[in-house]
């Protein structure tokens, strides 16, 4: 079975520029989540999705926003790019809340 | 951003030797979660604790939920040159809230 896939796995970027990065979870898996792992650090929460509605927002500007399509997959979108925002993006997806996540490979975003 | 205390910070053991590593919070926490991350993946879900005294294993592994539910420990027995990577715990406040708070992490380093 496929686990959590992420796309892209690279970018690059400008400052100023907008990204969108993409995240299917694991069949039959209806929660996603987005991290942010900056180098040398633990990952940090920035969304939670569970069944399409926002279930939790972690303390990241509004430049951050995503969602969940009917079919579980998810986008994570960042306007306004900032050399800060380079970073490890991680998606997770479980079955609910109350479980562990799976983790995907990651979007490695580079911003220069 | 908000993170759990971890340690070790790092540590570097001989293969066959015994590892212990814990992380502390000042909240309490339902859940317990312990990850390994190597270089240029994500975390992979190593063990799972959901009550207070939890004492859990998963081959070599061994994970307990604190009494007092702000901490945990995981040891790893007989380590392996594969054991190399950082651990990570997360902890999460309540069910229902979908935020984990991910640790600072332990890196090993299994000399053969």
């Known amino acids: 079975d496929a686990g959590v896939t992420q796309s892209p796995t690279h970018l690059i970027k400008t400052r100023g520029q907008h990204v969108t990065l993409r995240c299917s979870p694991i069949?039959?898996?209806?929660?996603v989540s987005w991290y942010q792992q900056v180098l040398g650090q633990g990952p940090q929460f920035i969304f939670q999705?569970?069944?399409?509605?926002?279930?939790g927002r972690g303390n990241f500007p509004d430049r951050f926003s995503a969602r969940q399509f009917p079919n579980y997959s998810s986008e994570l979108n960042v306007n306004a790019l900032l050399l800060g925002d380079s970073a490890l993006y991680l998606c997770?997806?479980?079955?609910?809340?109350?479980?562990?996540?799976?983790f995907g490979s990651g979007t490695r975003l580079t911003i220069v | 951003g908000q993170q759990l205390n971890q340690s070790p910070q790092s540590m570097f053991i001989q293969e066959g030797e015994d590892v212990s590593m814990n992380c502390t919070s000042s909240?309490?926490?339902?859940?317990w979660l312990w990850y390994k991350q190597d270089p240029g993946e994500g975390p992979v879900l190593l063990i799972a604790?959901?009550?207070?005294?939890e004492l859990t294993s998963n081959g070599r592994l061994t994970a307990q939920f604190g009494i007092t539910r702000k901490d945990s420990f995981l040891n790893i027995s007989a380590s392996i040159p594969s054991d190399v990577g950082i651990y990570f715990c997360?902890?999460?406040?309540?069910?229902?809230?979908?935020?984990?708070?991910f640790g600072t992490g332990t890196r090993l380093k299994v000399l053969a």
């Open positions: 909240s309490i926490f339902n859940t």
């Open positions: 997770a997806s479980s079955p609910d809340s109350n479980y562990g996540y799976t």
């Open positions: 997360a902890g999460q406040f309540s069910s229902g809230t979908y935020k984990y708070i």
């Open positions: 999705y569970y069944e399409k509605e926002e279930r």
């Open positions: 069949s039959g898996h209806k929660s």
């Open positions: 604790l959901y009550k207070a005294g």
